[in-house]
């Protein structure tokens, strides 16, 4: 079965540039969340979409900025990067706005700031 | 969001069962008592949820007590993939996001 797809799994960038990273959810998936989870630290809520809005908002920098297309790709652009922006990054998708309970997330994309 | 208490780690041996538990006392009517897991490396995974009766899937059973004020995830032969960092959220299905906080990290030995 297709499962949430993220892009690129390891991206290596130096302080002050910027990285966009990409998630592609499960079809016929409506919802998608970002998490970002430091070294041995548990994953924190950044922001939610559910059809394309903006559904629910975490502890995301206003460095960081996100949206969720008409085909429900979702991208997390990140800019002015900070050594501390250092972490994995997942996408998690659900079907009809997260009702059913189930989240499912992708393999994570690992952001390295030199 | 209301807030769980778990054990920080937990062992157990391979094929045994795991109760792995969760205290929850602020929990209002109308949140849900979740479980993901997070093996290393990896991103989290569903295990199981409930409201008020007893689960079960194929990977685990839920037990919610009487007063919802705590559940009890149980793995009825633990296997050593089953070695990773288990969660027990609250949420209500007007919620979005998951709080994952401090879960319990459950070693199984051979």
């Known amino acids: 079965a297709a499962g949430v797809i993220q892009s690129p799994r390891h991206l290596i960038k130096e302080k002050r540039e910027t990285a966009t990273l990409k998630c592609y959810p499960i079809p016929r998936h409506d919802t998608v969340y970002w998490y970002q989870q430091g070294p041995g630290q548990d994953p924190q809520f950044l922001i939610s979409?559910?059809?394309?809005?903006?559904?629910d908002k975490g502890s995301i920098p206003d460095r960081f900025s996100a949206q969720q297309f008409s085909d429900y790709h979702s991208e997390l652009n990140m800019s002015s990067l900070e050594l501390g922006d250092s972490a994995l990054y997942f996408c998690a998708s659900s079907p009809r706005g997260g009702n059913t309970g189930e989240l499912f997330f992708g393999e994570g994309s690992r952001l390295t700031v030199l | 969001d209301a807030k769980t208490t778990q054990p920080n780690s937990m062992e157990s041996n391979e094929e045994e069962p795991v109760h792995l538990p969760c205290n929850h006392s602020t929990i209002s009517g109308t949140d849900y008592i979740h479980w993901y897991r997070q093996l290393p490396s990896q991103g989290p995974e569903y295990v199981i949820h409930?409201?008020?009766s007893n689960v079960n899937n194929r990977m685990a059973s839920l037990a919610i007590a009487e007063d919802r004020k705590s559940s009890t995830l149980i793995l009825h032969r633990a296997t050593l993939r089953d070695a990773a960092v288990y969660y027990c959220?609250?949420?209500?299905?007007?919620?979005?996001?998951?709080?994952f906080g401090p879960g319990t990290r459950l070693s199984v030995l051979p």
């Open positions: 959220i609250l949420r209500d299905n007007y919620g979005q996001n998951f709080v």
């Open positions: 979409f559910y059809e394309k809005m903006q559904s």
């Open positions: 409930g409201l008020t």
